[in-house]
């Protein structure tokens, strides 16, 4: 009932974009920052970006800065991802999830209650 479900994933060439997306049902998003946060195959889950509640304050891991925007529009209950200039080591699992505050405190997974399933982003020639 409750869940985020992510979309938008999918085989790019590097350099290529994406837009992820990260819609909620079951509750609103309005009252909670949400982090992305994405998984290569053995290895650890890595925070990406975060954004506050109300999109006032976003925050970014040192190698998607300057590539990577997150946005987000309450309005439709759903967060944004926008990956640009993409490389093969964005190449993951792209996971959204919520947590219960209104600003992103860094990327602990236990701070997070709610998790997407995950959309596969390639980048690959």
């Known amino acids: 009932q409750l869940q985020l479900v992510e979309s938008g994933g999918g085989l790019v060439q590097p350099g290529g974009s994406l837009r992820l997306s990260c819609a909620a049902s079951?509750?609103?998003?309005?009252?909670?920052?949400i982090g992305w946060f994405r998984q290569a195959p053995g290895k650890e889950r890595e925070g990406v970006s975060c954004?506050?509640?109300?999109?006032?304050?976003?925050n970014y891991t040192a190698s998607v800065k300057g590539r990577f925007t997150i946005s987000r529009d309450n309005a439709k209950n759903t967060v944004y991802l926008q990956m640009n200039s993409l490389k093969p080591e964005d190449t993951a699992v792209y996971y959204c999830?919520?947590?219960?505050?209104?600003?992103?405190?860094?990327?602990?997974?236990?701070?997070?209650?709610?998790w997407g399933q995950g959309t596969q982003v390639t980048v690959s020639s």
């Open positions: 999830a919520a947590r219960p505050s209104h600003y992103c405190a860094g990327y602990a997974l236990r701070f997070y209650d709610y």
């Open positions: 079951g509750f609103t998003l309005d009252s909670r920052a």
């Open positions: 954004i506050s509640s109300s999109g006032g304050s976003t």
